[in-house]
């Protein structure tokens, strides 16, 4: 009895080294996987002290769900945040709730960033997306980044 102990006990210290590192650690989701589909502005355009609150629609090429928190960000400065998102495969809509963040140059370009377990990274995005000031208030606008097919064009800009 105490021969097949021992060797059970011998088989599961030898066993148990390969069994944790089988294991996956850390994040199932990473920001690679993400990417930023759209992002809008409400009310569109927005005038001068008016509040407003931007939408994301984020798609997520893994097969992993994870809680995360997203923010929007005009170069370093957070303009809009949300916290505790679950992401789930496929495309997600996101509203974010309304902030005081108020326009005053004429052209602003935002960016996405995710925190996934305290790690925060840039998300890609389809398009640069701007807000530019007209008559009415500060309106959205999307720029195109250029295609690999044609360096240094950037993509619907017309006739070759």
Known sequence: MKKNLVIAVIG????????????????KLHPGDLK??????????VREGQRMSFQVILSN?????EEVSL??????EVVASIFD????????????????????????CFTVEVDIERTK????AASKFCARRTKLGWTKIFRQFPTLSTPGKKSGSGPD
Do not use: C, M, W
């Not at 930023?36 to 355009?45: A, E, F, K, R, W």
């Not at 998102?85 to 509203?95: H, M, Q, Y």
């Open 36 to 45: 930023v589909i759209q992002l809008g502005i409400n009310p569109d355009p």
């Open 12 to 27: 599961l210290l030898l066993l148990f080294p390969s069994f944790i590192q089988s294991q996956p650690f850390g994040p």
């Open 85 to 108: 998102v679950r992401l789930k495969p496929g495309e997600n809509r996101i509203t974010f709730p309304e902030t005081k963040y108020r326009f005053s140059r004429e052209e602003y």
């Open 61 to 65: 090429a893994s097969q992993h769900s």
């Open 121 to 124: 990274k840039a998300v890609d």
């Open 71 to 76: 923010f929007i960000k005009d170069k370093d």
